[in-house]
């Protein structure tokens, strides 16, 4: 009789959550990439000023998505990779890039995830994770980014404030649209929200990992535009749950929400003020 290995068991239970969690963003990326918020400004000046390299050798962003907050390094780093193992949304980043950015030949996207790099021992001077890091396996995911940086060199793992700070009626309204879709979604078979790792649980397992000289976190912000349809996009926007049809526009009452966001919301764009929470790790 053949007798069942746990330790293959737990190593295909961990493939089969990996697969979720990527597959997750399937049919978003072009959303994703109109509407989300870009990486704070001034994120790159305080890395460098950490890491003691203005111009550093090699950042490395880590579930790099449509490549919102990699090309924020195109003007800094001699080299840039987003490691993302969605083909969609690594395929939406070289659009962008190729957009926006025909000359940074020095920013390249790689099929890989955060545990698993494939890249050499100390190559890098920051490893960065924007609004990703909950979406990785923690203990592997610390050790692969202590393995890359170079002694000195630093992680930043950031997330932001959702949604950003509009109107109070907007806020409202987001929240609640986002409440009504998670109660339907519980309500199907089909798991639709991939288990991950609760943001406010970053520092401490950061501290506890043994990867870092120090450990420590800091409050970022930022200022972009946005009218009542990037309110609109940036809700969608939010994971698969629309875009994979598993819960249907009239479960989640979308033309509802998208006639309220019009009358919270002005068709013209409005500042939208943005906080950031970053956790730093020093190797």
């Known amino acids: 009789?053949?007798?069942?290995?746990?330790?293959?068991?737990?190593?295909r239970a961990t493939e089969a959550a990996t697969r979720q969690r990527i597959a997750h963003w399937n049919g978003v990326a072009a959303t994703y990439d109109a509407h989300r918020p870009a990486a704070p400004a001034i994120l790159p000046a305080l890395l460098t000023q950490l890491a003691?390299?203005?111009r550093p050798a090699l950042v490395v962003d880590l579930g790099s998505g449509t490549g919102l907050s990699t090309l924020l390094w195109a003007d800094v780093a001699?080299?840039?990779?987003?490691?993302?193992?969605n083909d969609e949304m690594r395929a939406q980043a070289e659009r962008r890039v190729a957009r926006e950015r025909p000359d940074a030949a020095q920013?390249?996207?790689i099929a890989a995830t955060a545990e698993q790099t494939g890249l050499p021992d100390g190559c890098a001077d920051i490893v960065t994770a924007s609004q990703a890091f909950h979406w990785m396996e923690p203990t592997t995911t610390l050790a692969e980014v202590a393995r890359i940086l170079r002694?000195?060199?630093?992680?930043?793992?950031?997330?932001h404030d959702w949604p950003p700070v509009t109107t109070w009626?907007?806020?409202?309204l987001f929240h609640?649209?986002?409440a009504r879709i998670f109660k339907v979604a519980a309500t199907k078979e089909q798991q639709v929200s991939p288990a991950g790792w609760e943001k406010s649980g970053h520092l401490a397992r950061m501290r506890a990992s043994g990867q870092f000289r120090q450990v420590k976190e800091i409050a970022l912000h930022n200022v972009e535009q946005g009218d009542a349809d990037r309110f609109i996009g940036l809700a969608r926007s939010m994971s698969s749950i629309l875009a994979l049809g598993v819960i249907t526009a009239e479960e989640a009452h979308l033309a509802e929400f998208e006639q309220a966001a019009r009358a919270a919301l002005p068709a013209?764009?409005?500042?939208?003020y943005i906080s950031y929470h970053v956790r730093l790790g020093l190797k």
């Open 1 to 11: 009789m053949a007798v069942d290995d746990p330790a293959a068991n737990d190593d």
């Open 52 to 54: 003691e390299a203005p």
């Open 78 to 85: 001699q080299q840039v990779i987003g490691i993302e193992p």
């Open 107 to 109: 920013v390249r996207f």
């Open 151 to 159: 002694r000195g060199g630093v992680f930043a793992a950031y997330d």
């Open 169 to 172: 009626e907007a806020d409202a």
């Open 176 to 178: 609640s649209f986002m």
């Open 268 to 272: 013209t764009p409005i500042p939208w």
